[in-house]
C-alpha cells in the first residue's frame, strides 16, 4: 500500500515535465519557429510574412506586457519590451517599398536577424524572455513544480521503504 501511494505522489512530477515539455514545443511551433524563420528569411517580405504569423500569436495569447520572472523582475524578462521590439521589426519591414534599394532591404534583414537572434557558443537563439513559454502562468508553474518536488521526495522515500504500512 505505501509503495503504491508512493508510486501515486512521483506522477504530478512526472505531468508537470510532460506539460512544460508540450508548453515549451507549442511555443516553439506558434511563436518561436516564425521568429527564427523571420530571421533567416532572404527577402523582406518572407520575414514580414513570419513576424505578422507570431505577432498574432502573441497578441491573441496577451502576452504583451509583464514579465516572467517570479520572485523579481529582472530587464531580459521583460515581455512588453520584447513585444515592442517585435512591433517595431515589423513597422520597418513594412516601411519596404518597390523603390527601397536592394541595399536597405539587406541592412533591414540584418537588423532584424539581429534583433531576433543572440548568437551563443550553442549556436544562434531566438531572442526572447526566459519562461516565455509558460507566460502569463510562471508563478502557478513554478508553485506547481515546487509542491511536485515535494510530493516525488515523499513519494520517493515511500518506495524505497521496507515496512509496508505507516
Not at 520572485?71 to 513597422?91: A, C, H, R
Not at 527601397?100 to 532591404?105: G, I, S, V, Y
Not at 515535494?150 to 521496507?162: E, R
Request: aromatic fraction near 10%; glycine fraction near 8%; hydrophobic fraction near 45%.
Amino acid at each position: 500500500m505505501k509503495r503504491l501511494i508512493g508510486i501515486l505522489l512521483c506522477v504530478s512530477m512526472v505531468l508537470y515535465f510532460g506539460v512544460m515539455i508540450y508548453k515549451s514545443i507549442n511555443y516553439d511551433i506558434e511563436i518561436g519557429g516564425h521568429l527564427k524563420r523571420a530571421a533567416d528569411a532572404n527577402t523582406t517580405l518572407l520575414a514580414k510574412q513570419e513576424m505578422k504569423t507570431a505577432l498574432q500569436v502573441i497578441e491573441a495569447r496577451g502576452m504583451i506586457k509583464g514579465y516572467t520572472s517570479i520572485i523579481y523582475n529582472t530587464p531580459d524578462e521583460d515581455v512588453g519590451f520584447w513585444y515592442e521590439n517585435l512591433k517595431q521589426s515589423l513597422m520597418e519591414l513594412e516601411k519596404v517599398t518597390a523603390t527601397t534599394t536592394q541595399l536597405e532591404q539587406s541592412n533591414i534583414l540584418m537588423k532584424l536577424r539581429e534583433t531576433l537572434l543572440d548568437t551563443k557558443e550553442t549556436g544562434d537563439n531566438v531572442t526572447e524572455p526566459q519562461g516565455i513559454s509558460l507566460f502569463p502562468n510562471n508563478i502557478a508553474y513554478a508553485i506547481w513544480g515546487l509542491v511536485s518536488g515535494l510530493m516525488l521526495f515523499i513519494g520517493l522515500i515511500f518506495v524505497a521503504s521496507k515496512r509496508d504500512g505507516f
